[in-house]
């Protein structure tokens, strides 16, 4: 009789596929499969599995096969002991092992698996449909690996299927416990794979689904609304795909969800209010996307919430109020989202709160003294915003603060003298861009475990406290430019010597104050991990200490803007890895160190504005920068063909405001590169180089005020880029040529106070007398010069 049900229940079941859905021939496959299926065809189900891993570093499968060894003692593998499991493969967890090669289909044989773990290996290829007959499985984890395809919708078909099948056969007494067991995957993780196409709406169909991690992948499309029949899921994952459209309002179904987790997609539209009946909600993760609208009320009744981000989106409007009601949230970030209005008084109501970023929105009006009840407070964000008024004195008292950044506002009044003993935990202070004034409190040296300091384009005054640094074992940044410190005497350039205790410091910035005196020696003793150095913009004098040589990290080296003389340290030489070396603007003297080839990393030379003398040295062809600039020294000799063959030259070349002689060397064309080349006011002869013609990217040349002779070289027409030619003050002659008036980028061309003749071109450029410059030639004749200077 037992098998007379069967047998019906079998030919219903077909039946039923020939009429209606197309995954009924799943559920027969499977259920057939099932009564077909031994421990033998388990055992060649592994086998196969087997022989696709093409790689297997720590051996862990060397027991599968092993004749020795029973099928359920080979590792990851575990059986049934009881009824009709006794003996089949109930669970294959290989998780972590490394594992490279693809999923056999033959895992679909293994029709008692409940568990299948994969996941952290290096499996490819695509899921197998087959994977879908595994009805009994509540635990499919194949995250974390390189599998790329589709999402199968087998995955999640039939279940209707189920319902019919049970309800035309309950009464004959004999369902098949299979059939009735379809469909009990509790657990789906396909996360951090290579998954592309949609989420198939059969999802939807997993009704006893708990947790679904679809994460890191490349999925498209929306996301399914038949998700919202997914009444026991508790953690729902897209996060890191593609996906589009609005977030489904379905989502508010899901009552017992204690993780949503969408961010990072393409999604849009507004954020469902339903979202505020997942009363067991502690995740709400939704950044990074183009959301759009308000921050729904309703989020303040998530009392269980924990963690909120909604940043990065396109939302507007003010922070409702209610979100003072969310009692147990630990993060509030809403970094980047179009924010207005005032930060809500009530905020000041969430005891736990840890993190609070309310970073880059358009907020407005005073920092509440009502955040000073923030006791656990840690992380405290409200840069980029317009926020006014001074900081609370209630705020001091969050004694937890380990961050405080509150940028780039419009922050005024002084900080308070006792900073430094009230935030005794503090990393990192930012409060630069403000209107901040007074003094730098001398306690902030008692903060010994700050790690970054930024106190830049404020209005501090006074002088740095001596001690700063003495005991901050990790400070890595102290930036203090632009503001207006002061340092007149050798005494207040004592916290130089404190901030040689900072081994970790990588960021020393003093630039643009009112700083005088000369530059300390015990700059020579500051951590060898310094990367960038600047007191540009100061009033300093005397000498660049020739110990900076010892900052063998620098990167960043700018003192450039003040009064300092005497010679560039040849030890500037050892810094190999500096990339920027500003020292324009000052009285440097002497000649240009040879060493300074040695600095193969150098982007940026800026030697400008001071009286350095003797010749360029022909080894600062080794430097590979985009920027030179000697300008406006005194330096002699002709130009060193090495320095036309930088191939790395770029953004301009300026040796103007020299005493340089010789020609302009041919090798000039190798400067294929360069936006900006001004070789003027010196003494440079001989003609405009012919191969200036190969220099493509050319846009300002400038020539003026040399001995230049001959013409203008007719291969100048191929300089398409041309914007501004200046060869004035030279003497060159020859007609005007006529090209000059076909290049259509030009627009601007002097050429005055040469000996150029004969008549001048009457189309183009020649037709705007404020673009083109041409006085001082005495040979131009004709009514068109005369129509010209009237234009």
């Not at 895992?107 to 899921?127: K, M």
């Not at 926020?387 to 922050?411: D, R």
Request: with cysteine.
């Amino acid at each position: 009789m037992r098998r007379l049900n069967m047998i019906m229940i079998v030919m219903q079941l077909l039946m039923f596929a020939s009429l209606c859905l197309p995954c009924s021939a799943n559920a027969v496959h499977a259920a057939t499969a099932e009564t077909a299926t031994t421990s033998a065809t388990d055992h060649q189900a592994l086998m196969s599995l087997r022989s696709l891993i093409k790689g297997d570093p720590f051996q862990a499968l060397d027991s599968w096969g092993n004749q020795s060894i029973p099928m359920c003692q080979w590792r990851g593998v575990a059986c049934g002991t009881r009824g009709r499991r006794r003996g089949r493969v109930v669970a294959l967890e290989l998780g972590g092992l490394n594992l490279l090669g693809t999923i056999a289909s033959s895992i679909g044989n293994l029709t008692n698996l409940r568990h299948f773990g994969l996941q952290q290996n290096r499996f490819y290829g695509i899921i197998p449909s087959e994977v879908g007959h595994l009805v009994q499985l509540e635990y499919l984890n194949l995250s974390r690996n390189s599998i790329g395809g589709e999402i199968p919708p087998t995955l999640a078909t039939c279940v209707e299927l189920r319902v019919i099948d049970l309800k035309h056969n309950m009464h004959k007494g004999s369902v098949p416990r299979e059939l009735a067991s379809l469909h009990n995957l509790e657990v789906l993780g396909l996360g951090y794979n290579n998954l592309t196409g949609s989420i198939p709406v059969e999802i939807g169909n997993l009704k006893a689904l708990i947790r679904l991690d679809l994460s890191s992948n490349m999925l498209v499309g929306e996301i399914p609304t038949q998700i919202g029949n997914l009444r026991n899921l508790t953690k729902l994952h897209l996060s890191f795909n593609r996906l589009s459209g609005s977030v489904p309002v379905e989502i508010g179904n899901l009552k017992g969800l204690i993780h949503l987790v969408l961010h990072s997609n393409m999604l849009v539209g507004e954020i469902p209010t339903q979202i505020g009946n997942l009363r067991n909600l502690t995740v709400l993760d939704l950044p990074i996307n183009g959301l759009t609208g308000f921050i729904p009320v309703s989020l303040g009744g998530l009392q269980k919430l924990q963690f909120l981000y909604l940043g990065l989106n396109r939302l507007s409007g003010p922070i409702p109020p209610s979100l003072g009601n969310l009692s147990s949230l630990l993060v509030l970030a809403v970094q980047i989202s179009g924010l207005t209005g005032s930060i809500p008084e009530s905020l000041g109501d969430l005891n736990l709160l840890n993190v609070l970023s309310l970073t880059s929105n358009s907020l407005t009006g005073s920092i509440p003294h009502t955040l000073g009840k923030l006791s656990s407070l840690v992380e405290f964000y409200l840069n980029g915003n317009q926020l006014e008024g001074s900081i609370p004195p209630s705020v001091y008292n969050l004694s937890s603060l380990q961050i405080f950044s509150v940028q780039y506002n419009n922050l005024s009044g002084p900080i308070s003298d006792q900073l430094g003993n009230k935030f005794q935990q503090l990393q990192n202070l930012t409060i630069d861009n403000n209107r901040f004034h007074g003094s730098i409190p001398e306690s902030l040296c008692n903060a010994s475990m700050l790690e970054m300091v930024q106190l830049s384009k404020n209005f501090f005054s006074g002088v740095i406290p001596k001690c700063l640094g003495a005991t901050m074992k990790s400070l890595s940044a102290l930036l203090l430019s632009h503001n207006q410190l002061e340092a007149r005497n050798d005494a207040d350039w004592d916290f130089i010597s404190s901030l040689t205790n900072c081994s970790m410091l990588q960021y020393l910035s003093l630039g643009h104050n009112k700083l005088q005196g000369v530059i300390p020696n015990s700059m020579a003793n500051l951590s060898t991990n310094l990367r960038y150095f600047s007191v540009s913009g100061n009033m300093l004098r005397g000498s660049i200490p020739e110990g900076i040589g010892n900052l063998v990290n620098l990167q960043h080296l700018q003192v450039d803007g003040n009064f300092l003389d005497g010679k560039i340290p040849e030890s500037i030489g050892n810094l190999r890895i500096l990339a920027e070396l500003y020292l324009s603007n000052n009285g440097l003297s002497g000649p240009i160190p040879p060493m300074l080839g040695n600095l193969t990393a150098l982007i940026t030379l800026d030697l400008s504005q001071n009286v350095l003398a003797g010749p360029i040295p022909s080894s600062l062809g080794s430097c590979p920068v985009d920027t030179l600039s000697l300008a406006f020294n005194q330096l002699v000799g002709s130009i060193p063909k090495e320095i036309f063959l930088i191939s790395t030259l770029s953004d301009s070349m300026q040796l103007q405001g020299n005493k340089l002689t010789g020609t302009i060397p041919p090798e000039v064309s190798n400067l294929v590169n360069l936006g900006y080349l001004d070789v003027s006011d010196n003494m440079i002869t001989g003609s405009v180089p012919a191969s200036l013609a190969q220099c493509g990217s050319l846009q300002y040349l400038i020539m003026e005020g040399n001995l230049l002779q001959g013409t203008i070289p007719a291969s100048m027409s191929q300089m398409k880029g041309l914007l501004v030619l200046d060869v004035s003050r030279n003497n060159l002659s020859g007609d005007i040529p006529v090209f000059l008036g076909d290049m259509r980028g030009l627009a601007t061309l002097n050429i005055s106070f040469n000996n150029f003749e004969g008549e001048v071109p009457k189309h183009g450029l020649f037709l705007n007398a404020s673009a083109t410059l041409i006085e001082g030639n005495y040979g131009l004749c004709g009514e068109i010069e005369k129509q010209v200077y009237k234009d």
